[in-house]
């Protein structure tokens, strides 16, 4: 699957939400990049939700086909579609073990699923994208426990925060799924309600 590898410090300051977590480059200048990036950007109804709708694209590095899939699977399922989405969205594998503190940027995460680090329920899986289910076990691999990513992980485990949908073992990095997230324990800085609006239309 294709993904944006582009500058994301550039689609942060765009945004004006700082999408990587402590980017110390769109703390210096948290405008919008280019020439006439600090000029006044008349704000439309669509421009906010178009722009709500970015955010949650490229915090969870999803392109417009797939998110579209996702808001369909949204709108099918009970409950309110904009959590639904969201709920789908922070399911993924490669999310998954970003909040689980084993990878520092879920760029970052999406590479070591790639890579085929990581075995759910005893079986390899390498698709970033693949849906987390509740009771769900999370492994690394026994072969990739010793490299650096994996070992630094051990290290610094603490420093981040674990959501408590997930329980983390420290000593092998086995990530145990107690249930999939509510809409309180996600704290991506996006309003849903607008990207249902926007695709309500």
């Given amino acids: 699957m294709a993904r944006y590898t582009g500058p994301a410090t550039r689609i942060s300051r765009?945004?004006?939400?700082?999408l990587i977590g402590g980017d110390q480059a769109f703390e210096r200048r948290p405008y919008p990049p280019g020439q006439h990036g600090r000029?006044?950007?008349?704000?439309?109804?669509?421009?906010?939700?178009s722009q709500e709708k970015q955010k949650a694209r490229y915090t969870y590095g999803v392109l417009e086909r797939q998110f579209v899939r996702y808001y369909k699977e949204?709108?099918?399922?009970?409950?309110?579609?904009?959590?639904?989405l969201l709920q789908i969205l922070e399911s993924r594998l490669d999310n998954v073990i970003y909040r689980a503190g084993i990878a520092r940027t879920r760029r970052q995460a999406r590479q070591l699923v790639s890579h085929g680090?990581?075995?759910?329920?005893?079986?390899k899986v390498n698709v970033?994208?693949?849906q987390?289910?509740?009771?769900?076990?999370?492994?690394?691999?026994?072969?990739?426990?010793?490299?650096?990513?994996?070992?630094?992980?051990?290290?610094s485990f603490g420093e981040r925060p674990v959501p408590a949908w997930l329980q983390v073992v420290p000593s092998n990095l086995r990530v145990l799924v107690h249930q999939l997230p509510e809409r309180a324990q996600i704290d991506v800085p996006v309003q849903e309600q607008l990207i249902v609006e926007l695709y309500s239309k």
């Fill in 39 to 49: 000029g006044r950007i008349k704000e439309s109804e669509y421009l906010l939700q």
């Fill in 14 to 18: 765009r945004l004006k939400v700082d």
């Fill in 132 to 155: 987390v289910s509740k009771w769900d076990i999370i492994d690394v691999k026994p072969k990739s426990m010793g490299m650096l990513p994996f070992m630094a992980a051990k290290e």
């Fill in 74 to 84: 949204a709108v099918r399922r009970p409950g309110k579609t904009g959590e639904v």
């Fill in 117 to 123: 680090h990581f075995l759910v329920n005893g079986v």
């Fill in 128 to 130: 970033p994208s693949y």
